[in-house]
Nanobody
Framework: QAQVVESGGGLVQAGGSLRLSCAASGRTFSSDAMGWFRQAPGKEREIVAAISSGGNTAYYANSVKNRFTISRDKAENTVYLQMNSLKPEDTAVYYC??????????????WGQGTQVTVSS
C-alpha cells in the first residue's frame, strides 16, 4: 500500500484557495519532517514548504511565502498545505514526502501520483 496519498487539488481561479492533504500510513510518520513539493510542466521538482517533525518550525519557498501555510496533525497522520491567493504560476502537480530536515532532501525515491493543482487566469 502507498505510504502517502495526496488529495485536495483541483481547478481554481486566480486568487482562490485550496487545501491539500497528505495522508500517511506507518508508525514512523510522526517522527519525520515532511515537505510539499511541486512540479510544473517543463520544470524541475521543487520544494515549496516543509515542516519539522515536531511541527514547530516551517519553511517556505520565496515563491509561496505569505500565501501558503503548512501544518500537520500527528494524531491523524496528515500534513496539510493551505494555499491562498493562488496564481497561475502555482499550477503544478503537488507531492508530499518525508524529508531530511537538515537538507530538505526527500527520503523516499518513489513519488506516487501527487495531486494536480490548476489555477486559471
Amino acid at each position: 500500500q502507498a505510504q502517502v496519498v495526496e488529495s485536495g487539488g483541483g481547478l481554481v481561479q486566480a486568487g482562490g484557495s485550496l487545501r491539500l492533504s497528505c495522508a500517511a500510513s506507518g508508525r514512523t510518520f510522526s517522527s519525520d519532517a515532511m515537505g510539499w513539493f511541486r512540479q510544473a510542466p517543463g520544470k524541475e521538482r521543487e520544494i515549496v514548504a516543509a515542516i519539522s517533525s515536531g511541527g514547530n518550525t516551517a519553511y517556505y519557498a520565496n515563491s509561496v511565502k505569505n500565501r501558503f501555510t503548512i501544518s500537520r496533525d500527528k494524531a491523524e497522520n496528515t500534513v496539510y498545505l493551505q494555499m491562498n491567493s493562488l496564481k497561475p504560476e502555482d499550477t503544478a502537480v503537488y507531492y508530499c514526502n518525508a524529508i531530511n530536515w537538515a537538507t530538505f532532501s526527500p527520503l523516499h525515491e518513489d513519488w506516487g501520483q501527487g495531486t494536480q493543482v490548476t489555477v486559471s487566469s
